[in-house]
C-alpha cells in the first residue's frame, strides 16, 4: 500500500478539480478505467450527489474512509449503507442556496414575462407593434413553495420583493413567516406558480405526480431547481401538450442530460441545462469544501461537513 493516498474521482465533468488535489494525494479517474492495481491505496472517492454510488465498486476498495460529496445534494448517496461500512460522508452545504434560488426567480420572470418569447420575436423580426406580446404582472400572483428548506426561504425572500403572495408545504412543521398548505395537493390547488425546492429521497420520487399537476391547472407555472425525479416527467409532457398545465420552467430532469427530442413538441416551456447553482463563487466554495473535508478525513480528523446519519 502506498504512503500516499489516493484519491478516485468517479463522474467526469468532476475531472477539472484533478489539479486541485494533487498536492497532497494521486488522484485517479474512474472513467480512464477502474485503478485494479491501485485498488488498496484508494482511500476517498470525490462524487456529484445527484448520482447513485457505484457499490460493487466500493465493496472493492479494502482500504476507502470517505465519500466526499462535491455537491450540497446527496440523494444519490446510500447515507445509511456507507455509515455501516464504517464511511465518513461530506458534502457541500450552505454554498449555492442563493444562486439557486436567484435562477428560481429568473425562470419564474422567463416563463410568466415571456422573456424568451420575446428574444424571439425580435430576433426572427416577428415583433409587430401592433400585436403587442401581453402578459400577467406576478403582483399578487401565488407562489407555493414545496420544500421550505434553503433554497426555498431564499426564494421566498426574493418572491415578496416582487409582491408575490407565498404559501409553502413540507411533510415537517417549521417556525415560518409563511403559512403551511394542509397537503402537497391543497398547495398546488391554490398556487399560480408552483416551486419546487425540495430534497430527494426514496420517499418523495414522483411526488409531483398527474394529479399534482393537474391540480396547478391550466394557468398555472410549474417550477422545478430541485430533482427532476420528484416529478412524473410523463405526466408532465402530456399535461403540457393537453393544456392541462399552463406552463413548465424546468432546471433539472429525470434523465441529464435529458434527450432535446423529447421536448421538441412540447408548449410553453423554458429549460436550462441544470445550470441553477453553477455560479463560478459557488463552485470555488464548494471545491474548498471538498478540499478541507478530504484533508481532514485523510489525516484521521472529523469532516468539515459530513452527512449526518
Known sequence: MSSRPSVLIMQRHLGPVTGFLESFCTVYRLWEGPPIEAQ????????????????????RLPNLTHVACFTAGYDGIDVDWCHARGLTVTH?????????ADHAVGLILAARRRIVDGDRAVKEGTWILDNRLMTPSLKNQKLGIVG?????????????????TISWWGPRE???????????????????????ACRADDTNCGMISGEIID?????????????????????LISALQDGRLGQAALDVFLDEPTNPARWANVPNTVLTPHTGGATTEAVQGMLMLLIQNLQAVLKGSPAVTPVRA
Open 148 to 164: 421550505l428548506g434553503d433554497i426555498g426561504q431564499a426564494v421566498a425572500h426574493r418572491a415578496a420583493a416582487i409582491r408575490m
Open 174 to 196: 417549521k417556525a415560518s413567516p409563511w403559512p403551511r398548505a394542509d397537503s402537497l395537493l391543497a398547495l398546488a390547488k391554490t398556487s399560480d406558480v408552483l416551486l419546487i
Open 40 to 59: 488498496a491505496d484508494v482511500r476517498a472517492i470525490v462524487v456529484a450527489g445527484e448520482f447513485a454510488l457505484d457499490k460493487d465498486l466500493i465493496e
Open 92 to 100: 457541500a452545504p450552505g454554498v449555492n442556496h442563493e444562486d439557486v
Open 215 to 235: 391540480a396547478i391547472g391550466p394557468n398555472g407555472l410549474l417550477i422545478n431547481v430541485a430533482r427532476g425525479q420528484l416529478v412524473d416527467e410523463d405526466a
